[in-house]
């Protein structure tokens, strides 16, 4: 099979011919350090060109997806033209939105967050960035046409923004505030995520206008869980994210109805995964192998006939442990969530420094050859991590 064929098939529940791969998505990317690592180790000459500067990994590098044999490209939205970011005397770095982030070894944390109050008619007077700049869609159209037409790639959008209503809700009022926001201003949390949901949903219209007829999916990244239970409750969630999302994915699907909605998600979300198929969620990527009730078996058994399964392949122990680890757990997902189709495999999360190049390249070289459909059950030495 092509490699477009073969994702169609893999996202309807059809078997293809083996399993598909992924790299460079929105949650398969590879941090700068280990970018270099890999490319050293390939002989490769590392990209010049950051297609997202300032981020912990910045670089794209197609050589290394020809080489595994990747079945993706990945539109990424560009930069704004009437934008630079600028620093202040204390050493903050200001984005577009107004937030504030300092570099802490190769990771930017945020300093600071431009709602400082709690005024409601400070979200009023909030204008966030300048969502029409030509310069993030400049020549995206093109690009993915030229994909389309003259390479057998399957085509998805990566995630305009890194995070969704939760996160820039923090990013702009401080975490703290998110969580005490839902209990003790409830007022200033609705107003609030109602106007990133108004923010986000145009953005994401905007990036994806121009290159829709020639996507399979849309990419939306959000972190719900943590290790061992949600960062919120259900009913929680339900009260005042479930109805936001809602409404921008019902938005994005006027401008690409052809495409599926996939979103990523880390920790334990066994308990919210009802509620995002529930409003319209196609594929679900992260799959945490080690966070509290996320076993790869039990998700397929559970929720495989509505969604689809992306990643999974754990990065906490199984990657950068022995190379047996990393086989062993790749071949654990291909069987568990791959039978009848409906399973990518990728990494649960960005490829992080304390992975081995070895173990990078057997986690893919196992994908292809032992996910070959029909599917075998694997051989397990040891239980799982």
């Keep these: 099979m092509k490699h477009r064929e ?3 098939y893999a996202i309807n529940h059809k078997e293809p011919d083996r399993v598909p791969i992924d790299l460079w998505g929105s949650d398969s990317r590879l941090i700068n350090d280990f970018y270099f690592k890999v490319a050293d180790h390939l002989n490769l000459e590392p990209l ?6 300032g981020k912990s990994a910045e670089y794209v590098d197609y050589r290394i997806s020809d080489y595994i044999d990747s079945d993706f490209r990945h539109i990424v939205i560009g930069r704004p033209k009437n934008f630079t970011s600028y620093k202040d005397e204390e050493g903050n770095i200001y984005d577009e939105w107004g937030i504030g982030y300092k570099l802490k070894g190769m990771y930017p944390f945020i300093s600071r967050h431009p709602l400082q109050n709690d005024d409601l008619s400070d979200i009023d007077n909030y204008e966030g960035p300048l969502i029409r700049d030509s310069g993030r869609i400049e020549g995206l159209k093109d690009q993915a046409e030229n994909w389309s037409k003259n390479t057998d790639y ?4 990566t995630g305009p ?5 939760m996160e820039f809700y923090q990013y702009l009022h401080g975490t703290e505030n998110f969580f005490t926001d839902l209990y003790l201003n409830v007022k200033f949390a609705e107003k609030l995520i109602d106007k990133l949901t108004e923010i986000i949903a145009d953005l994401y219209m905007f990036f994806i206008e121009p290159v829709a007829p020639y996507i399979t999916w849309i990419e939306f990244e ?3 869980g943590t290790q061992d239970r949600p960062f919120i409750s259900r009913e929680l969630f339900r009260k005042f994210l479930k109805k936001p999302m809602s409404i921008v ?3 994005v699907k006027k401008i690409a109805p052809n495409a599926k909605i996939f979103l990523h998600s880390c920790g334990s979300i066994r308990e919210l995964i009802p509620d995002f198929i529930d409003i319209g969620v196609d594929i679900l990527s992260g799959l945490q192998p080690l966070a509290s009730r996320m076993n790869s078996l039990e998700l397929k058994k559970e929720f495989g006939k509505d969604l689809v399964f992306h990643g999974g392949v754990d990065i906490q122990k199984a990657l950068c442990g022995s190379i047996d680890d990393t086989i062993e757990e790749t071949k654990r997902k291909i069987f568990d969530y791959g039978s009848g189709g409906g399973y990518i495999c990728g990494p649960s999360n960005h490829f992080q420094i304390d992975v081995p190049v070895e173990n990078f390249l057997a986690m893919y070289k196992t994908a292809v050859n032992f996910g070959m459909y029909p599917l075998s059950p694997p051989i397990i030495l040891k239980p799982s991590f």
């Design 154 to 157: 399957c085509i998805t959008t």
């Design 48 to 53: 010049k060109n950051k297609i997202r500067p």
């Design 6 to 8: 073969r994702v169609i």
């Design 161 to 165: 923004i890194s995070g969704f209503i």
């Design 222 to 224: 959000s972190d719900f």
């Design 249 to 251: 994915f019902s938005q």
